[in-house]
């Protein structure tokens, strides 16, 4: 069946660091691939989205590229801010459900 | 993008007690779904909502513990009955307009049973 793989957490990083957020998933035709981002407190709300190989999601800063010869769907952020803190799950879908991934906390240090 | 609307956003009950969670859509939607967050964890699927119909339920979730309603596109309650200190979890609801397509959530509801 389809699932999600994303790194542990939680990532630590300096303000202005660079970030990355690895995710690979399997998925048995061509699903829509998302970035979720939950603040604490909050629900998730959609970061970024790709639904097609070779696509790039962006926003605010952030992008992910579908890449489907490497089953990966990978995070990343130039430059980082405190307020950036929060915890991340990659995601996809094919058909009705979404499948997420176990969600990455990151702890932005200013 | 809808804006979902979900109460409460949080109580604590009694073992043995149902609560009713309710969510609100503020446009129409074609899919609603109900997931559970336990603390530090991703989400897991209860059901999906279906209008005038009964739930989808999700391996491991049956109608009995967690019976929901929709009666219309854009209202769903989730029930969570006879409650147990296991079942404290953050309840959230869901909603999309299409297959493949973002899904939108509410703030949750965060449960505590004692």
């Known amino acids: 069946g389809n699932s999600v793989t994303q790194m542990e957490g939680p990532v630590t990083l300096s303000e202005e660091a660079f970030l990355t957020i690895n995710c690979t998933y399997t998925?048995?035709?061509?699903?829509?691939l998302f970035w979720y981002v939950q603040y604490p407190g909050e629900g998730l709300q959609l970061l970024l989205k790709a639904t097609k190989a070779d696509d790039k999601g962006s926003n605010k800063g952030f992008e992910a590229t579908y890449r489907k010869e490497t089953t990966s769907f990978h995070l990343e952020k130039g430059s980082v801010q405190v307020s950036d803190s929060a915890v991340y799950f990659c995601a996809l879908s094919e058909g009705i459900k979404t499948i997420f991934g176990a969600g990455t906390r990151l702890f932005v240090k200013a | 993008s809808a804006v979902i609307s979900q109460k409460p956003s949080r109580d604590i009950c009694q073992r043995g007690t149902s609560l009713t969670i309710q969510c609100q859509v503020d446009?129409?939607?074609?899919?609603m779904f109900w997931y559970r967050q336990q603390p530090g964890q991703s989400l897991t699927l209860i059901a999906t909502a279906n209008q005038g119909s009964e739930a989808t339920y999700e391996s491991g979730f049956v109608i009995d513990k967690f019976p929901i309603s929709r009666p219309n596109l854009t209202f769903s309650t989730l029930t969570v009955s006879n409650m147990s200190p296991e079942d404290s979890s953050i309840y959230l609801c869901?909603?999309?307009?299409?297959?493949?397509?973002?899904?939108?959530f509410g703030n949750g509801t965060r449960l505590t049973v004692t």
């Open positions: 869901s909603a999309r307009g299409g297959d493949n397509s973002p899904l939108h």
């Open positions: 998925a048995t035709g061509y699903p829509s």
């Open positions: 446009s129409q939607v074609t899919m």
